[in-house]
Nanobody
């Protein structure tokens, strides 16, 4: 089993930057990909960015050019950082860290609220 600890989020001004971090522990050797999804009120949860074990990255069209996802591995943990710039009100949502293990087992973080407002 994989355990996730999320950090970051909160209130961001329009045009500002956001940094979200997610640390995975436990069965990290079974992790195929990690990433961030988000869900705004009344909308479906959507992928924001993902990075695989071999560092292949995927971004939602809405964040391309504004977001960077990176990964840091140790023997016992994998930490993924999402950096987003030039935020707008459409970026406001609850952001969830997600792990996909080999075999397609998925684990979700508890979510962190991001509010974009002046």
């Amino acid at each position: 089993q994989v355990q996730l600890v999320e950090s970051g989020g909160g209130l961001v001004q329009p045009g500002g930057s956001l940094r979200l971090s997610c640390a995975a522990s436990g069965r990290v050797g079974q992790i195929y990909a990690m990433g961030w999804h988000r869900q705004a009120p009344g909308k479906e949860r959507e992928l924001v960015a993902q990075i695989t074990r071999d560092d292949t990255t995927t971004y939602a069209d809405s964040v391309k050019g504004r977001a960077t996802i990176s990964k840091d591995n140790t023997r016992s943990t994998v930490t993924v950082v999402l950096q987003m710039n030039n935020l707008n009100p459409e970026d406001a949502a609850v952001y969830y860290c997600n792990v996909v293990e080999y075999g397609a087992r998925m684990t979700w973080g508890q979510g962190t609220q991001v509010t974009v407002s002046s």
